[in-house]
């Protein structure tokens, strides 16, 4: 083995020994990347189709964002919200602005506004909506993706998520995805809001029949029931609009927002909704120690103005079509389904020719990086600052491995 075996070995037995092995992450490790490119520790170099799960939609380092970054943290960093900043609220403004919302709580993970989306549906549906205490329901999806604290994994309906972490907050019960109807029907006077992804990210790039959302908002509209969207994935250019939602030419009255709100740099996460529902904190009754911090907000500014400025969401629209109809052309017995919006495709690989896992093996010899979800999906959601010929170059290496396979 030389020197430079050497380091890929060790770095990956140090992390094993040492870190909980609550994931299976691919064998590369990574040593730098700049905009849509990484290199290991040998020199190697991967073409990133990941994005850490839609975190790095601007690029790895991107130089607006580390200017932003660094700067405001040479200023203040972290000061709590006992003290009042001056990014916050432009950046919250901004926030409002491209939603159609009203007002924003900021936290850090995506979890941590899922679960600031629970508590406000919950006090809106005893203050507002006249539900009894503790009998507030929310309608979450099957194949949800929400995040990972106890109560979030409790309405999951995957059983690896859950398996052990017991006993489950009440008050959540999971419905059949897309199935508006079956929604509807299971409303009942105590429910205060439906909480849904637009497209679900995690169960395998799931996209519902066209119209699901626009039959949802008209749904919560009649039967007083809060519409809740978690766009922590699909959010922020990703499907091609800003925010999913816009596709189907409704507003929600929440919104989760977390992974790309970072920049690809830190957990900026927030919870953003119309008045009534956001007025349901006051002082004392919800928080965060960093949530909303100035290095934070800075940085979550950056962020959407770079998005806006560099034409990334139209960018994603197009180059997105332009992935869609090139992996949906690639002649393969592998390939069962390819579906998506804007640059966020999974493609279904058919069990008997091989796992997703061992096609994203083999796609990493050839110098492209994704990853699985379950056993089946492969995901293709580069940042969104890549160019037409890096994503040609992608998907051909995709088709080279898929034809190599068989061989
Ligand atoms: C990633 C994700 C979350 C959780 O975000 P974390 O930052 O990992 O807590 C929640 N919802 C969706 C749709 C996600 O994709």
Known sequence: MDMQMNLSAEAISVEQRWCAHNYKPLPVVIDRAEGVWMWDVEGTRYLDMMSAYSA???GHGHPRILRAMIEQASRVAVISRAFHSEKLGPFLRRLCALSGLDGACPMNTGAEAVETAIKAARRWGYKVKGIPADQAEILVAEGNFHGRTS???GFSSEAAYRDGFGPFAPGFRIIPYGDADAMEAAIGPNTAAILVEPIQGEAGIVVPPEGYLRRLREICDRRNVLLILDEIQSGLGRTGKWFAFQHEGIVPDGL????????GVMPVSAFVARQDLIDMFVPGNHGSTFGGNPLAAAVGLEALETLDEEGLVA???ELGDHMMRRLSAIDSPAIRAVRGRGLWVGVEIDPAFATARAVCEALMQRGVLSKETHDTVIRFAPPLVISREELDWAIDR????????RA
């Not at 989760?256 to 920049?263: F, I, M, R, T, V």
């Not at 995709?398 to 034809?403: G, N, P, Q, S």
């Open 256 to 263: 989760c927002l977390g992974k790309a709100l970072g920049g």
């Open 56 to 58: 790095v939609n601007l």
């Open 398 to 405: 995709f088709a080279e491995t898929l034809a190599a396979m």
């Open 151 to 153: 109560t979030i994994v």
């Open 315 to 317: 960018r994603s629209a």
